[in-house]
């Protein structure tokens, strides 16, 4: 399902587009992730889960100027959105995903099994140790933001790789995860294209009168931010991480963790 990495670049450039933004806000739905309880605070939601990342933020020094600027760039694209329109995300969780695994409904269902946990963590061990010698190198994979992505219940940045092997190694990852029958059997399974980004946050209260044209226009222009700045994340580790809503993900030290660089 993940793209050749010349379709990836070509979609990617795409969906930092005006016409792109014109066409995808039409579109925007509350996201089921937040809710507004009965004394109008806006909450997480439980939404748990296990998912395959860089390491977040506030354990990732090596990308702290990275993260800065990218929450440098939220802050001034949700300084002119409608009041409410966006729920902003802790910046301590932002992070690239490697592959999502399984959320919600499917991971309640199939953790009534007291050793699923385990098995998701051993397997994912094993695929490791296996797909490793293809994907190390003397340093690690590193991704470029390109601009504000508009999904249907969110905003984010997007990232384009440096270099066509950052790419492979990385999409090699997935399919090493996606396309094994074991994993299958736990639950997990592709259910979306490879969009390389950064969660900045979900949509909350959709004004029927959102100026949607107008909208288009603000984060067409907040994107030449990124267009003047290089904002790369060097990534030289992928985590498997727990969360139990959208706003942190958690481990343990013993949990996989595949090592994109040599020792």
Same mark, same amino acid.
């Given at each position: 399902?993940?793209?050749?990495?010349?379709?990836?670049?070509?979609?990617?450039?795409?969906?930092?587009?005006?016409?792109?933004?014109?066409?995808?806000?039409?579109?925007?739905?509350?996201?089921?992730?937040?809710?507004?309880?009965?004394?109008?605070?806006?909450?997480?939601?439980?939404?748990?889960?296990?998912?395959?990342?860089?390491?977040?933020?506030?354990?990732?020094?090596?990308?702290?100027?990275?993260?800065?600027?990218?929450?440098?760039?939220?802050?001034?694209?949700?300084?002119?959105?409608?009041?409410?329109?966006?729920?902003?995300?802790?910046?301590?969780?932002?992070?690239?995903?490697?592959?999502?695994?399984?959320?919600?409904?499917?991971?309640?269902?199939l953790s009534f099994d007291p050793a699923y946990d385990a098995k998701l963590r051993d397997r994912l061990t094993?695929?490791?140790?296996?797909?490793?010698?293809?994907?190390?190198?003397?340093?690690?994979?590193?991704?470029?933001?390109?601009?504000?992505?508009?999904?249907?219940?969110?905003?984010?940045?997007?990232?384009?790789?440096?270099?066509?092997?950052?790419?492979?190694?990385?999409?090699?990852?997935?399919?090493?995860?996606?396309?094994?029958?074991?994993?299958?059997?736990?639950?997990?399974?592709?259910?979306?294209?490879?969009?390389?980004?950064?969660?900045?946050?979900?949509?909350? $209260?959709?004004?029927?009168? +959102? !100026? /949607? *044209?107008? #909208?288009?226009?603000?984060?067409?222009?907040?994107?030449?931010?990124?267009?003047?700045? $290089?904002?790369?994340?060097? +990534? !030289? /580790? *992928?985590? #498997?991480?727990?969360?139990?809503?959208?706003?942190?993900?958690?481990?343990?030290?013993?949990?996989?963790?595949?090592?994109?660089?040599?020792?």
């Amino acid at each position: 399902m993940d793209d050749s990495y010349q379709a990836y670049l070509e979609r990617l450039s795409k969906m930092v587009q005006p016409d792109s933004y014109h066409s995808t806000l039409q579109y925007l739905c509350k996201s089921p992730k937040f809710a507004r309880t009965a004394d109008g605070v806006v909450r997480a939601v439980a939404f748990p889960g296990y998912t395959l990342i860089s390491p977040t933020s506030e354990d990732d020094t090596v990308n702290a100027s990275a993260y800065d600027a990218i929450q440098a760039a939220s802050d001034a694209l949700a300084s002119q959105l409608p009041e409410g329109l966006l729920i902003g995300l802790p910046p301590t969780s932002y992070h690239m995903t490697i592959a999502d695994l399984i959320w919600d409904s499917a991971y309640r269902d199939l953790s009534f099994d007291p050793a699923y946990d385990a098995k998701l963590r051993d397997r994912l061990t094993t695929l490791f140790t296996d797909v490793k010698p293809q994907v190390i190198g003397p340093t690690g994979v590193s991704w470029q933001v390109l601009g504000f992505v508009v999904m249907p219940r969110a905003i984010g940045v997007c990232l384009i790789p440096t270099d066509e092997a950052s790419y492979r190694r990385t999409v090699r990852v997935r399919r090493s995860i996606y396309q094994d029958s074991a994993m299958m059997g736990l639950g997990i399974d592709q259910q979306y294209h490879f969009t390389a980004h950064v969660t900045l946050g979900y949509f909350g $209260d959709i004004s029927a009168n +959102l !100026d /949607r *044209a107008a #909208l288009a226009k603000t984060l067409s222009k907040a994107n030449q931010y990124f267009a003047q700045n $290089d904002v790369i994340l060097s +990534l !030289d /580790r *992928a985590e #498997l991480r727990r969360f139990e809503d959208m706003t942190a993900y958690t481990r343990e030290p013993e949990w996989p963790v595949l090592n994109w660089v040599a020792s």
